[in-house]
């Protein structure tokens, strides 16, 4: 059995928090825990996720605000995104506008945890934070929803809450 190095684990457990905070804009902790601790129990993804990030925080990679629920949401700093675009040339920016803007809280949280429960299990999923910054394969317009189509003058373009890629051996209807 190999054994990995503790300190080469702590680096990669916080690439992909950082990874998975970028696709979603913001987060919550046990979003983050799901995602990259997907066979733990819920206790232990927290745990895990909270010392992650505590890492990240001391390391001014992350930016942190309470949210409606009273929850620790993160985003990505501008060091954050400059780690994450030098190791993986990945067009990714820095949260602080977004960790602000937090209309729709809940329903935000919710898509964030089937996107984390999504990627835990090894599945593709791209939440709407992904698709309006770019970063899904859908890359045209015609996957937004045309709301408001009875006056066109205020007609609105909603994008799609999450977009799944299912895997060749699901069975699709």
Same mark, same amino acid.
């Given at each position: #059995?190999?054994?990995?190095?503790?300190?080469?684990?702590?680096?990669?457990?916080?690439?992909?928090?950082?990874?998975?905070?970028? *696709?979603?804009?913001?987060?919550?902790?046990?979003?983050?825990?799901?995602?990259?601790?997907?066979?733990?129990?819920?206790?232990?993804?927290?745990? #895990?996720?909270?010392?992650?990030?505590?890492?990240?925080?001391? %390391?001014?990679?992350?930016?942190?605000?309470?949210?409606?629920?009273?929850?620790?949401?993160?985003?990505?700093?501008?060091r954050g995104?400059?780690? *994450?675009?030098?190791?993986? %040339?990945? +067009?990714?920016?820095?949260?602080? %506008?977004?960790?602000?803007?937090?209309?729709?809280?809940?329903?935000?949280?919710?898509?964030?945890?089937?996107?984390?429960?999504?990627?835990?299990?090894?599945?593709?999923?791209?939440?709407?934070?992904?698709?309006?910054?770019?970063?899904?394969?859908?890359?045209?317009?015609?996957?937004?929803?045309?709301?408001?189509?009875? %006056?066109r003058r +205020?007609?609105?373009?909603?994008?799609?809450?999450?977009?799944? +890629?299912?895997?060749?051996?699901?069975?699709?209807?």
């Open positions: #059995m190999v054994k990995i190095n503790s300190k080469a684990q702590q680096k990669f457990n916080q690439h992909k928090a950082l990874e998975y905070i970028a *696709l979603c804009g913001w987060t919550k902790t046990i979003h983050i825990g799901i995602c990259v601790w997907p066979t733990a129990t819920r206790q232990t993804q927290q745990r #895990m996720a909270q010392y992650t990030l505590r890492q990240l925080k001391e %390391d001014g990679k992350v930016l942190w605000e309470t949210g409606e629920d009273q929850s620790v949401v993160y985003a990505l700093s501008e995104a400059r780690t *994450l675009r030098q190791q993986t %040339d990945a +067009k990714v920016r820095s949260g602080k %506008d977004s960790i602000n803007y937090r209309k729709n809280f809940a329903h935000r949280i919710l898509i964030n945890e089937v996107a984390a429960r999504l990627l835990g299990r090894g599945q593709l999923a791209w939440p709407e934070h992904a698709v309006r910054g770019w970063k899904s394969p859908i890359k045209c317009f015609n996957w937004q929803i045309a709301l408001g189509l009875t %006056d +205020k007609r609105q373009l909603k994008y799609p809450d999450l977009i799944v +890629k299912l895997s060749d051996d699901e069975p699709q209807e």
